[in-house]
């Protein structure tokens, strides 16, 4: 039974080496919508790819060495003390170790130098994410391509001038148990207008849909209306939590014109479960028309003319 309980023991790590290496032939890995080995369509994304590819290999190798050792000790273990004799066929003493120094001094160094390393190791990328003097230049390129000019003042009778959000080409507001997205408006000769820090009566709404930009950095400006909750978007690796009473900008770049998914990775409450939403990353000349779809639907006033009829009918 001595054995059979290593082996039993001995058994487990091996099985789960050999799951964690046949896992992404089975889909169970990273996140992503068209790419079958799991690359994200996000350049930031691959990064933080690569960092914890970084982390697991380190610890992998961790892990395989301490199970070794311990594989080792249960295995010697197993010995039965009747066999274990020395030369002169009497019972072998146990031997005692009070420690090594050396040793111990050493798994101190060690970790702490490779925990050192990683440390160091992410700060450009966290800095990338983070820190908004560190974010694309080609975020205001994405916008240009719209036609906002970010530094264009924005007069709003009775209001003065309005400050605006910088490149941000949306604001994300989290609520139980909801994504609330608003988008600039149009002014009066169909210019896309910059994106405020206040709401104004030109700006356009969805919810739990957002439009942004394919091929080029986009930056929205997350806020939460209630509780905490977390932005989080699996196939492009961007997660950020919405803290309440800030405004947070949080930038990201869909590499294909496709649709990913919108999460909540904050228990926020009992409706948690239905914050789920998506992101559509298109072109710039779909996303000025899905704009002026909604400008159309929420400024509609239901009133009908006789001549518009007339169209409807002959559309039909």
Not at 231 to 252: C, H, N, S, T, Y
């Amino acid at each position: 039974m001595r054995r059979f309980w290593a082996i039993f023991f001995i058994f487990w790590p091996i099985l789960a080496l050999w799951i964690c290496l046949k896992s992404p032939d089975y889909g169970w890995w990273f996140p992503t919508t068209t790419s079958a080995d799991g690359v994200s369509e996000n350049p930031l994304g691959r990064r933080i790819d690569d960092l914890f590819y970084m982390i697991l290999y380190v610890t992998t190798i961790v892990f395989i060495g301490t199970q070794i050792g311990l594989c080792y000790v249960l295995w010697t273990g197993t010995k039965d003390p009747e066999d274990d004799v020395d030369e002169t066929g009497a019972p072998r003493k146990a031997l005692f170790s009070h420690g090594s120094h050396n040793l111990e001094v050493m798994w101190t160094i060690v970790p702490a130098g490779i925990l050192l390393f990683i440390a160091l190791y992410q700060m450009d990328v966290w800095a990338e994410f983070r820190v908004q003097t560190q974010f694309p230049d080609a975020i205001a390129k994405g916008v240009a391509s719209v036609g906002i000019t970010p530094d264009r003042s924005l007069g709003v009778p009775g209001h003065g001038t309005i400050s605006h959000s910088g490149n941000a080409l949306a604001e994300v507001t989290a609520r139980q148990f909801e994504w609330r997205i608003r988008y600039p408006g149009f002014d009066a000769d169909g210019n896309l207008l910059p994106l405020t820090l206040n709401p104004q009566p030109t700006d356009l709404y969805d919810v739990n849909e957002l439009h942004i930009l394919s091929g080029v950095p986009t930056m929205i400006q997350l806020k939460t209306q209630d509780v905490q909750h977390s932005f989080f978007l699996p196939e492009l690796r961007v997660k950020q939590d919405a803290v309440p009473g800030l405004v947070i900008p949080v930038w990201m770049q869909a590499d294909k014109s496709t649709t990913y998914s919108l999460l909540c990775a904050e228990l926020c409450g009992w409706g948690h479960y239905k914050m789920k939403a998506r992101v559509v990353a298109e072109s710039p000349e779909e996303f000025l028309a899905y704009l002026r779809k909604l400008q159309e639907e929420q400024f509609d006033d239901g009133v009908r003319t006789e001549s518009a009829d007339d169209e409807m009918l002959a559309a039909e």
